[in-house]
């Protein structure tokens, strides 16, 4: 099936670009319940399965060993800003488990708030790898490591045992097939594996409904919900989409984005998972998408009506135009 | 007609993204030469036209009035990084016409180069509107109205008597109806007109031919041409695909990046222009597209190669994908 317009952005009223693209929602037994576009499209999930690659650091017992806080499981599930609190939060999961910022291996980069890069860059230091949006994900696999007693060096490789756990777990969830013909890298150097919408959409109506979970895992991605409900601000950062609808909608609705335009969730109080696809890669239509789905599924809220309808203003503040879901 | 594929994002092998639109090709009388896409595409030209916006400030002789350096001149067709360079250029454009950066309507944001964003954040100051990237632009319209006795307060309106000169000059170059109905608000706060790529292609191909042009814009295009040559790096900046392939292909390509994946250009020696929109308004894609283009009518050169294939390193600089021209 063809790619569905999913949003459009105008510029006083005529329309300047498009985004095209395929969004599922399944239950947990994988039905699917709705669709726009491709519902067999199979993208590279990237950082929106993050919650289901930490289902190992709690379900292993790895985040009880080291006492971690729900503030620190939901920096385990994040693509944060790179903030002080997330590099402090990120540096004292390592700490906990005995190790310090130099065995990530997640790469370097600026924080993405561009906030925080300049408040940086005006002490003049340099970024580390806790400033790496995935710095939380890679403390949880290195915690996770540590608490079965493996060296964590290599973690980023797919035969490390803690990255096979990790994979594992996602194909647990989601019952998809991830292996080496599938497989990519990812911008932080772990396995990303191409994976159908329905199956990304399936792992998260269990991951927050908690049933067809392997053993200890339901408990897991519960504990893992309550972590994110309870600290949105630690899964992206001020501003951001993730963050917003989280702090507004609470346990309802489990959000998160990944790169190239996949974001993924779960609406636990229906039993529902979803995912969607910007066939372009474009962070600003699948922000609007899940906007509007949200809104359809769970009713309206002025920060869904935000999203799905982003007022566009220029550098002199002037209105100049809108980013909307088609189906808003 | 539909939109083609034009740029492909693979990760791994594996198809990732893609962006859909159109590209066309004209020579100097409007004839379609080649096409991708739809051929009768129009859109909002942004930035890409801002060569064409500044005929007026050397056809009026303006340029000429206040000396403006080749230099200057290019920076008057330029959407810059916001370095020090181009800022101090912009400054000076202002003094040479008696004016400073308050009288710059463009609005302010920090440079679009993260190092020179970095490095005047390191100095706890603040970016003015001379970090714009239209600041050069603005400057040139300051420059014309000056140089005509004309108060350039409020110079952004399309009633001001310098906006309505520009808005004349780029429907003189191209042939397009440029009004009211058709009109937007760009970034910058000036006019902005939805115009086919038919008409920008033609437009660019008049431009850098200097024939088909009103009596002195012949030779305005043939001094600003001349100037963006000579200092390509004041056009984009540092990395970028303006002036990294005018630094390589010297006079014999014009090319000119926009907002939302508009990109148009000229190929003087074969008496061509070209226009093309990446329907998402992905620039990472016009690039390729526009790399291929180049390419394809001028020969290979390294430099339209790297940018119509270019290499994706994630954050340890390993290679996981590309960004391709489908046709490439």
New interface residues.
Partial sequence: MPSAILAE?R??G?L?????GSLVVCDDQGKLVFSLGDADCA??PRSAIKALQALPLVASGAADRWALTPRELALACASHTGTPIHTETAASMLAKAGRDPACL??????PSS?TA???L??T?HAPSALH?NCSGKHAGFICTAMAGGCDPAGYIQPDHPTMRDVVASVAAATGARLDAD????????IP?F?TPLRAMATGFARFGAGVGLPEGFAQAAARLRAAVAAHPDMVAGKGRFDTEVMVTLGHAAFVKGGA??VLAGAMPTLGLGFALK?????AR?ADACAAWLLARFLGEHAVLSKWANQQLR?????D??TISAVAA
Avoid: L, P, Y
């Fill in positions: 952005v510029r006083s005529h300047e670009s498009r985004h095209a993208t590279f291996e997640c790469g370097i980069h600026w561009t890069a300049r408040a860059a005006a003049g790496n599938n497989r990519g890298i990812d911008g932080c150097s990303t191409v190239e335009g910007v066939d372009d890669g474009a239509a220029n550098w002199n503040g002037i100049v135009g």
